[in-house]
């Protein structure tokens, strides 16, 4: 329950607007063109208005709609604190270190932080000053670490493996469309070290292939040794706007992600289109040509039902990036290697490490001989 005050909300510069518009839909009462600014007299506000419409495009829609949320929260606890609207934005430190300490104990670390950038973003959105006080402000960020509730910690999560994979396969029936793209995609993104969102969507309407992933972005690739990969061109990621290509290999066993794809895209399945998303699927009783995109909830949707009837743990689309670093990691695939394929600009993978003692047991044996093996 939101123990915050969220009523009277929705005055005249604060429209009811979806999540992710509301950075730019509410507008703080001071705002671009500053009446008094010098540069008032020479720029229009059309061109503050393009200016707007031009940085919004810094953060991805997924964060402008957690900074949405953030930015809500803001505003209900600013109506708690009785806090008038002049003095909301620009933000005063002090109002920024209440609202933090206000949070704390209530929400995770993680959820504080983007409220707060989200509040940040939305004063650069609007060309407002943003001055914090730099020992408080990420002082106060840091030690909310310490008072996450237990609501808000999820237990580590355990790794999807190959054999995990191969028992929700036999709840499936790859015959059908939808389990058929569902295999293919559940055995790409789990070889090909992908994040589950970049080859599924958030709804069916937002699908765009310039933004997700299509047919048309799938490739063979040889090496000079003849070696074989399938590639994946993901237009847009979380950290990357520019496109971003991730492969998988033939493998041995019933998990095979090859033998699944071309399932997946045989004739008398699916066949996608290059137009179409690289998991889209016939719908049933469709007289319509038109596949459906695969979205993220329809995937967990069917993983939850299959791993039900299975009696088998739940798990969440997370679980597969941990399952293909603990697979290439036992196999042997070099740190560094494994952070190139995994796409990870910091080391936070190496978390997984000590979770799973298998992948720390050739290094802490008391024979050299097993090293020299291993490496």
Known sequence: PNP???????????????TKDRL???????????PNAPSHRFITRQNFERITSVIVNAWSSSMRKTYGSGLLIFYAFCNSQNIAEADRAPAHSDLIASFIAT??????????????????????????EWHMNEPEIPSLLTATWALIPPSSKWPPREPFTIELICKVK????????FDAAFFACITTTLFAAARLGEFTIASVSEFDPNVHCSISGISDVVDRHGFK???????????????TTVSWAEQQGPCDPLAAWNNHIDIEVNKPQDSDHTFAYRQPRSSSHTLKPMTRNAFIDKLNRVTTAKHL???LGHSLCIGTTFKYLLRGILFEVMKAKGRWRSNTFLIYLHRHAQILTPYIQDKPALHVAFI
């Open 4 to 18: 915050l005050n969220t009523t009277n909300l929705h005055a005249s510069h604060r429209p009811n607007c979806l």
């Open 24 to 34: 730019t839909a509410w507008t703080p009462i001071t705002t671009r063109p500053h």
């Open 103 to 128: 949070l704390a104990g209530q929400y995770s670390n993680k959820t504080i932080r983007n409220y707060v950038y989200g509040i940040r973003a939305w004063h650069i959105l609007h060309g407002l």
């Open 170 to 177: 036999e709840g499936l029936d790859l015959s059908k469309p």
């Open 229 to 243: 990969v399938k590639g994946f061109v993901l237009p847009v990621t979380k950290t990357e706007k520019t496109p």
């Open 313 to 315: 743990p739940h798990f």
